[in-house]
């Protein structure tokens, strides 16, 4: 029984420690397998509640369809109105506010909540989605195991993206977007500190999910290939209409939200249940809309519907989506946004094919390229978009229509609606998270925005002193660059020329009385304008040397420099 | 608590929650399993019953529960099929075809829609896949049936030289059965390759001395083939055996005629051979005269051919009698020479022949085929 005895000894605080950093890897780990746990139930519970209320059958009977997403509209907006207020939307925007606001914290509450309301609300036929959810869930619990195991704040901050990113990859069964989304959409940096992290929790987030519930990919397509170069003209078509198509959701959606969010209790209670009722008159005959329907983009990608029923069914479920998200049910945007690209890229197939019947290709494509274009119009993560669609079909041959059609989209929808859905959400609801797109479309200051004209004279080390002085009197700077070594540099001022003239040591050399001691840090042209500041401190100037010849001066840069240039007025 | 502790009891946790989520994952599949099992069903009770429309319904209900089982899959894509949406069959088809590439079913279904659309190249690529495809059941009746039916579409097609490729390919395959030897025979038939067709038909009659289509097949390709003889008997038999087609009577009575009246039968003597050449030559300068009265009166038409053939006629009718034919065989060569050149020149220029004019034009085609 020495085994046993050496397993009540075991004293991990003891035996095993671990710094902070190491904790957050093995956490971040743990974080994905739970949260690919929770993904997977929550999932269970989706289709079980579907079943429970709607039946088994795409098109269920009239009555349920009508009267199902009614009475859990309410159901879930009393819960949400009256006790859970803050698992209220998709979950997306109160991650990045524990991120950027709340210190990382989620309370679990909140992630109870959203699991147990957006089962019923998805499950009942509101046209929303699990993945935001799941990411929110994911999230929620990695703030947790943060809070239980009392990391500092910092690192609390960063947990929550990590079981983001698990939450997301185990719903999409996607590591690849998940983490692309998180860094691009909620993080909004690429730090190899966090992005470890977050992919050791995404892939273990989606290996347990594929455990559970297998690794097919969420959408079958035949391989595809381009029928014709002039289809790509197609694809460009798909994405004008893409960016349209998400400009009609998202401009509708934020007025009507930000008015329904000023009516009294009572409105904010009956909304959902109105929202259930219309929804539940559209999916009468169009039961395609309700839920996130998947299933129905499957048969959308296999050609059985008309261009004529795809194009309705586009704008039908932005109807339907609409209504569910700005009534205040809870449930998430991916899924529906998929759906809406799917059924106008349907739609564009269809009609492409009546004018150039022989050069087009499959309907799949085009579906799959419409999903991408709406995600990187309506949600504004175009990188996420484009792997997202080679991730979820497995197909690789299908990224250069995606990528053009969603940077036409992209591009169309930042025309005209200059803040993404979700940061506009945040503004509505008072927080001012800050925006990852301006993030990333904001200039960044460089040296060479602040370098001064290259300095009349370098000394170098074999200089002598006496050379080195007359040739300063010939300039007014006080101080000069000296080059000791061809990747040493340091300064000499005019004082310190005339005092060693004055001792006698005028024809000895720069480099030996200048010391290694006094050597000055240098920066490149390229590097941002903030290293030159960190660098600078109490020196009057650095030297700012060429990359591939560290010897080579291309100017100077003093502390006046640095914040003239911080405060000239940027470009764009 | 420490750390330590707090991560070592979040650690063991997941065995729990592993636990626990595989017993609910694995009740929600059994379930899932049950319902696309269920819906499955109903979908192979609609399509037997005719009801495809309703068969979509329930498989696409059975695909979504069972997750993409190409099974499903697979039978969602037949049922499409029999309700006539082969764009969408297709689809599903070549989704399926993905993951399994060999499938003979998958590629044989495929080379259905294709040969339906008038695809040649793919269907006669799809045919093949299923041809050399993977089987589960029966692996050699689905060959054949694939072989079958790229052979009858290549011959639909009018593409007689890849039928007939296709079709020796089958007979080396095809059981010993008549039906089976029958049915490759009359493809050959259709597929212009008459030898072949009347070996097939030969091996049947081996098994089976009086089957009907073996028979008639057998005398078709005997008298397409010119061996009229071969043609009479076995079309004899066909006729006494049941009632036959028209074209097959016609060829009967046309084979019977051509053997009472070809001159240049083995073994006739010499009389009977000059009576015959004097009839036939009295039979061409009939249908000359028919042809030129028809011509005459279309305007517009040349008759330099017909005059020659007249002056030629005239020049030799004093010399063409039985006994000038029956003692000089040259004059009957030049005789019959002219009547099968006055034949020839008639079905040119005044359409088909009938009766001994046919049998006269089909002589003379046996025997430039042979001199050759």
Redesign the interface.
């Known amino acids: 029984m020495t085994w046993l005895r050496r397993a009540v000894a075991f004293?991990?605080?003891r035996s095993?420690r671990?710094s902070e950093a190491q904790?957050f890897l093995?956490?971040a780990f743990?974080i994905g397998?739970?949260s690919g746990?929770s993904v997977?139930?929550f999932r269970?519970a989706i289709?079980?509640t579907r079943?429970w209320l709607l039946g088994?059958?795409?098109?269920p009977a009239v009555s349920r369809v009508v009267l199902v997403p009614a009475v859990a509209g309410l159901v879930v907006a009393a819960v949400v109105v009256l006790v859970l207020p803050e698992v209220r939307g998709s979950g997306v925007n109160h991650t990045k506010a524990a991120v950027y606001i709340y210190d990382g914290f989620i309370p679990f509450r909140t992630v109870f909540g959203k699991f147990l309301t957006c089962s019923v609300s998805i499950g009942s036929g509101h046209s929303l989605g699990p993945e935001d959810p799941s990411l929110q869930i994911g999230a929620g619990l990695a703030s947790l195991?943060g809070r239980?195991?009392?990391l500092s704040r910092d690192h609390l901050r960063l947990l929550a993206p990590v079981g983001a990113a698990a939450g997301l990859a185990a719903a999409f069964n996607s590591p690849i977007t998940a983490v692309l989304f998180v860094i691009e959409e909620v993080i909004g940096t690429w730090s190899a500190g966090v992005l470890g992290a977050v992919v050791l929790s995404a892939v273990s987030g989606a290996v347990t999910a594929q455990w559970?519930?297998?690794d097919?990919p969420l959408f079958?397509?035949?391989?595809y290939h381009l029928e014709h170069p002039s289809e790509l003209v197609a694809y460009a078509l798909l994405g004008v209409i893409g960016g349209i198509a998400a400009l009609a959701f998202v401009k509708p959606v934020l007025s009507l939200r930000s008015r329904i969010r000023r009516r009294p209790r009572r409105t904010l209670i009956l909304a959902p249940a109105m929202a259930g009722l219309a929804i539940g008159m559209i999916g009468v005959r169009f039961p395609q809309v309700m839920g996130a329907g998947y299933?129905f983009v499957?048969?959308a990608?296999?050609?059985?519907y008309t261009w004529q029923l795809l194009a309705a069914l586009a704008v039908l479920k932005i109807v339907a989506t609409g209504l569910s998200f700005v009534s205040g049910v809870p449930g998430g945007l991916f899924a529906p946004t998929l759906f809406i690209g799917a059924m106008i890229g349907g739609a564009v197939h269809g009609v492409v094919q009546i004018v150039l019947p022989d050069q087009v290709g499959?309907?799949?494509a085009y579906v799959l390229v419409g999903m991408g274009t709406l995600l990187a119009a309506i949600l504004r993560a175009p990188i996420t978009s484009v792997f997202m669609i080679v991730e979820v079909s497995g197909n690789y041959s299908i990224i250069l229509p995606v990528m053009i059609s969603n940077t036409i989209g992209y591009l169309i929808s930042r025309r005209f609606q200059p803040h993404p859905i979700f940061d506009a959400l945040s503004q509505q609801d008072g927080v001012a998270l800050p925006s990852m797109e301006e993030q990333r479309e904001t200039t960044v200051q460089r040296v060479e925005d602040a370098i001064r004209r290259r300095a009349p004279f370098v000394f170098t080390g074999e200089d002598s002193i006496d050379d080195a002085w007359r040739r300063a009197r010939e300039s007014n700077l006080a101080q000069y660059p000296v080059r000791l070594a061809p990747d040493v540099w340091t300064l000499v001022s005019v004082e310190a020329l005339e005092n060693l003239r004055a001792e006698g040591k005028g024809d000895l050399a720069l480099g030996s009385v200048l010391g290694l001691s006094d050597r000055l840090p240098w920066v490149h042209p390229d590097q941002p304008l903030e290293a030159a500041l960190r660098l600078i401190g109490d020196r009057a100037f650095l030297p700012v040397v060429h990359r591939a010849n560290v010897g080579q001066l291309e100017g100077i840069v003093t502390l006046d420099d640095i914040l003239s240039a911080y405060r000239r007025p940027r470009d764009g | 608590m420490s750390r330590g502790h707090i991560l070592t009891l979040l650690l063991l946790a997941l065995i729990p929650s592993f636990a626990v989520t595989g017993y609910l994952a694995g009740a929600h599949h059994e379930r899932d399993r049950r319902l696309a099992e269920k819906w499955y069903e109903r979908g192979e009770t609609h399509l037997r019953e005719g009801r495809a429309g309703a068969a979509v319904d329930a498989f696409s209900n059975a695909l979504r529960f069972s997750r993409d089982d190409p099974r499903d899959r697979l039978r969602l894509a037949q049922a499409l099929i029999a309700d006539g949406r082969d764009a969408e069959a297709s689809s599903h088809l070549l989704t399926l075809r993905e993951d399994e590439p060999g499938n003979g079913t998958i590629n044989l279904e495929l080379g259905r829609l294709a040969a339906r659309s008038g695809d040649l190249p793919n269907a006669v690529r799809y045919y093949h896949r299923a041809i050399d495809g993977a089987w589960e059941e029966e692996p050699e009746r689905w060959r054949r049936v694939a072989r079958f039916e790229l052979a009858e579409f290549l011959v639909a097609q009018q593409t007689y030289a890849a039928a007939q490729a296709e079709l020796i390919a089958l007979a080396a395959n095809v059981p010993d059965d008549s039906a089976s030897l029958t049915r490759v025979g009359r493809l050959f038939l259709h597929a212009k390759a008459d030898d072949d067709a009347l070996r097939m038909f030969r091996r049947t009659l081996e098994h089976d001395p009086r089957h009907p289509a073996a028979l008639a097949g057998a005398g078709e390709a005997s008298f397409r083939l010119a061996n009229y003889r071969a043609a009479r008997n076995y079309l004899s038999q066909a006729t006494r055996l049941g009632p036959t087609a028209s074209p097959l009577r016609e060829m009967l009575q046309t084979s019977t005629l051509i053997l009472a009246i070809d001159p240049f039968q083995p073994r006739l003597a010499a009389r009977e051979q000059g009576r015959r050449a004097a009839e036939a030559f009295g039979h061409a300068v009939d249908r000359l005269a028919a042809c030129a009265r028809e011509l005459k009166f279309l305007p517009g038409v040349l008759d330099e051919d017909l005059s020659r053939l007249q002056t030629e006629v005239d020049q030799l009718t004093p010399r063409a009698g039985a006994r000038s034919l029956a003692r000089d065989p040259d004059l009957l060569e030049q005789t019959m020479d002219l009547v099968f050149r006055i034949e020839n020149t008639a079905r040119q220029r005044c359409g088909q022949p009938q009766g001994h004019d046919l049998a006269l034009l089909l002589i003379g085609q046996r025997r430039t085929g042979a001199e050759r």
């Open positions: 004293r991990p605080d095993v671990l904790l093995v956490l743990v397998l739970f746990l997977v139930c269970m289709d079980s079943l088994d059958t795409l098109g195991f239980w195991l009392r559970f519930l297998g097919e079958r397509v035949p391989t299933e499957d048969q990608m296999h050609g059985q499959p309907t799949g």
